[in-house]
């Protein structure tokens, strides 16, 4: 059975830096695609940072570029999402997702080609 566990979520005044872990079970990390995501109420579930399936090319979105980085522990079979210089406009729910399928670079960010979703853990970036 697969899990996706989120851990690492806080509240952090702006500037500051948290460190988001997936703890995946039931499932091999390389072998699938791996996406962060994040969503506020009302709002639709934004793609943060990717990676392709046994890859080392990373995707991670505009308004993150140069502060987010997307990496693997496979030892732990962990995703991780290094969030540096956060600020107040990255407050969100943050999701780990993985896919099976093969994407084009433009999918890698996009929620609907995710199969399996962590339940997610709040990140809140005070001014």
């Known amino acids: 059975q697969v899990q996706l566990v989120e851990s690492g979520g806080g509240s952090v005044q702006a500037g500051g830096s948290l460190r988001l872990s997936c703890a995946a079970s039931g499932m091999i990390l390389s072998y699938y695609g791996w996406g962060w995501f994040r969503q506020t109420p009302g709002s639709e579930r934004e793609g943060v940072a990717g990676i392709h399936p046994g890859s080392q090319d990373t995707f991670v979105a505009d308004s993150v570029k140069g502060r987010f980085t997307i990496s693997r522990d496979a030892a732990k079979n962990t995703l991780l999402l290094q969030m540096d210089n956060l600020k107040p406009e990255d407050t969100a729910m943050y999701y780990c997702?993985?896919?099976?399928?093969?994407?084009?670079?433009?999918?890698?960010?996009?929620?609907?080609?995710?199969?399996?979703w962590g339940r997610g853990t709040q990140v809140t970036v005070s001014s």
């Open positions: 997702a993985a896919r099976s399928r093969v994407v084009s670079d433009y999918g890698v960010l996009s929620a609907g080609e995710y199969d399996f």
